[in-house]
């Protein structure tokens, strides 16, 4: 890993987590907490198993990141974000702010996951109805999906689970965008 070598504290945070894939990493481990290797590579397509080693090491020596045994399975670590690792969640929420204007001029072939829509979904969308029951809703599938919960004024997102039940889809439509949105959503 190299320095800027500054007395800043903005080189020394980029000296931690301003590699390319890094902040990319803190952003799998966000949506899906703890996770295995290969649940993290899956969730980088395109990233190298090396590189991607190397980045979790290097987030393991800079506090961001902690390798621990997974449980039932000998030998295999589960990365998990440090209070320091979930720390940055602002800044990938000001990040996701800061480039959302130049998704739609993305190139045609830019490969999407739709568990990465978790978060813009939990930071912009808002409980309109927060005195009715609390509701699920399910974007995508088990394998490759989120579970956002509507209540009491916020929303939770959540890997996509068998144990939570969505909304039946009758009511999605009209449940979600009438919980989410002040106005009527086109």
Same mark, same amino acid.
């Given at each position: 890993?190299?320095?800027?070598?500054?007395?800043?504290?903005?080189?020394?945070?980029?000296?931690?987590?301003?590699?390319?894939?890094?902040?990319?990493?803190?952003?799998?481990?966000?949506?899906?907490?703890?996770?295995?290797? %290969?649940? #993290?590579? =899956?969730?980088?397509?395109?990233? +190298? /198993?090396?590189?991607? !080693?190397? @980045? *979790?090491? &290097?987030?393991?020596?800079? %506090?961001? #990141?902690? =390798?621990?045994?997974?449980?039932? +399975? /000998?030998?295999?670590? !589960?990365? @998990? *974000?440090? &209070?320091?690792?979930?720390?940055?969640?602002?800044?990938?929420?000001?990040?996701?702010?800061?480039?959302?204007?130049?998704?739609?001029?993305?190139?045609?072939?830019?490969?999407?996951?739709?568990?990465?829509?978790?978060?813009?979904?939990?930071?912009?969308?808002?409980?309109?109805?927060?005195?009715?029951?609390?509701?699920?809703?399910?974007?995508?599938?088990?394998?490759?999906?989120?579970?956002?919960?509507?209540?009491?004024?916020?929303?939770?997102?959540?890997?996509?689970?068998?144990?939570?039940?969505?909304?039946?889809?009758?009511?999605?439509?009209?449940?979600?965008?009438?919980?989410?949105?002040?106005?009527?959503?086109?």
């Amino acid at each position: 890993m190299k320095s800027y070598g500054q007395l800043c504290s903005i080189a020394r945070a980029l000296d931690a987590v301003g590699d390319r894939w890094t902040l990319l990493i803190v952003r799998e481990l966000l949506i899906q907490g703890p996770s295995r290797f %290969g649940e #993290v590579q =899956r969730g980088l397509p395109g990233i +190298a /198993t090396n590189l991607l !080693t190397q @980045r *979790l090491r &290097d987030l393991e020596a800079n %506090g961001v #990141v902690t =390798r621990e045994s997974s449980p039932g +399975a /000998t030998g295999v670590p !589960t990365y @998990r *974000l440090t &209070d320091r690792g979930t720390a940055l969640d602002g800044v990938l929420r000001e990040l996701l702010k800061w480039g959302a204007p130049t998704v739609p001029d993305a190139p045609r072939d830019a490969i999407f996951q739709m568990h990465w829509l978790s978060q813009p979904a939990r930071f912009l969308l808002q409980d309109h109805r927060p005195t009715e029951p609390a509701v699920v809703i399910r974007f995508g599938t088990l394998d490759d999906g989120f579970d956002l919960t509507a209540a009491r004024e916020s929303w939770q997102s959540s890997p996509a689970s068998s144990t939570r039940a969505p909304a039946p889809a009758s009511r999605v439509q009209d449940l979600s965008w009438s919980r989410c949105c002040r106005e009527p959503c086109p």
